[in-house]
């Protein structure tokens, strides 16, 4: 089948005379619109005398589409009268349709060429991928062949090899073998007179088994009533054991508990002693603290209300020693000692608490 996209050659001569024809007609019909007289075609004075190229390759010549006589000459001369007129408008349509459909076959030649180019770069493409293909898929068959030689090579080697290693087998390890098989079967016989025999031996022993362990289930079932009276004398004996050992752990229990309520009752009062004992002697510290403080101070024992001495004051003095002594006027550097006291007296009230009360 031939490719659509291919023009035939008797199609583009065609083509190229139908253009001639129209461009010869358009002149001729120019010349007679603008009142000239005939001339050839091709002259120095034809309209179509100044070709220019297309895509096609093909001459489309200056002339103006769609032309008629009106448009070309407004003014006609007289001899021209109105059928003239329509005939020579009838005759212009024609030419603008033939021009309409001969710059459609001016682009459909020049899409055709175009895709002709493209087939024709795409089919040196392919040519060139073919060439390459081809080289390597010579080089594919040398290297096959390569390798079918050398296979063959190697597989003759290797049935030279096997045909000596046959040779050898039948030749010498055949009998070899015979020898030992027959060797092997007479061992074998002997071995099947012994196994015989000790299936012989067996058999007599299963029997003797057997008997044994009939003598022996008989020998159990005599002993198996010793046995029960054995197990309900240690049963009973075993519960007498665990009466005993539940009464002598209550009683310890019980001693016990006793000994623990004692010595709990002597903690306690041992306990309210040493509280006693200890607020005693906090209040005796208590009372030699404030002796000492007042001494080494100076502070009066009296204050206006009736208390004994400003406990305020005292605390004060005691958590700032130096400031303590700028309020009451009173400084201790005639002694040569610092004014701070390293003396903890709490504030805390309470029956154990130490306070200047």
């Not at 006589?69 to 003239?84: E, I, K, L, Q, W």
Request: proline content about 5%; some cysteine.
């Amino acid at each position: 089948p031939r490719d659509p996209r291919v023009i035939p050659a008797d199609d583009e001569a065609l083509i190229r005379s139908l253009v001639e024809d129209v461009n010869q007609t358009a002149s001729k019909i120019a010349r007679r619109a603008r009142g000239e007289p005939p001339q050839t075609f091709g002259g120095p004075s034809s309209v179509a005398a100044t070709p220019r190229a297309t895509l096609s390759g093909l001459p489309r010549f200056a002339f103006t589409p769609n032309l008629s006589a009106r448009s070309a000459n407004p003014d006609p001369p007289p001899r021209f009268d109105a059928a003239t007129r329509a005939e020579l408008d009838d005759k212009l349509r024609e030419i603008d349709n033939l021009t309409r459909t001969v710059e459609a076959m001016e682009r459909e030649l020049s899409r055709r060429d175009v895709e002709t180019k493209t087939l024709r770069r795409e089919l040196a493409t392919a040519r060139a991928e073919v060439e390459e293909r081809d080289a390597q898929i010579a080089e594919v068959c040398a290297e096959w062949e390569r390798n079918v030689s050398s296979a063959q090579k190697s597989r003759d080697a290797d049935v030279a090899s096997l045909e000596s290693r046959m040779r050898h087998l039948s030749d010498v390890e055949l009998a070899a073998l015979k020898a030992r098989l027959e060797d092997a079967e007479g061992r074998a016989a002997k071995a099947t007179a012994r196994a015989e025999a000790a299936e012989a031996r067996a058999a007599a022993a299963e029997q003797e088994t057997r008997r044994q362990v009939a003598e022996r289930d008989r020998k159990l079932a005599l002993s198996a009533e010793d046995h029960r009276r054995a197990s309900a004398e240690r049963d009973r004996k075993a519960a007498e054991l665990s009466q005993r050992y539940a009464a002598r752990v209550a009683e310890d229990e019980r001693r016990h508990r006793r000994t623990l309520e004692t010595f709990r009752a002597a903690w306690d009062e041992e306990r309210e002693e040493m509280r006693r004992e200890m607020q005693t002697v906090t209040a005796g510290a208590a009372a030699f603290v404030r002796r000492e403080v007042l001494n080494r101070h100076g502070l009066s024992s009296a204050r206006p209300d009736g208390a004994i001495f400003d406990e305020d004051a005292v605390r004060r003095m005691l958590r700032n020693p130096t400031a303590a002594g700028h309020e009451v006027g009173h400084e201790t550097e005639h002694n040569g000692r610092n004014s701070a006291i390293p003396v903890v007296i709490p504030v805390a009230g309470g029956a154990g608490s130490n306070s200047f009360a």
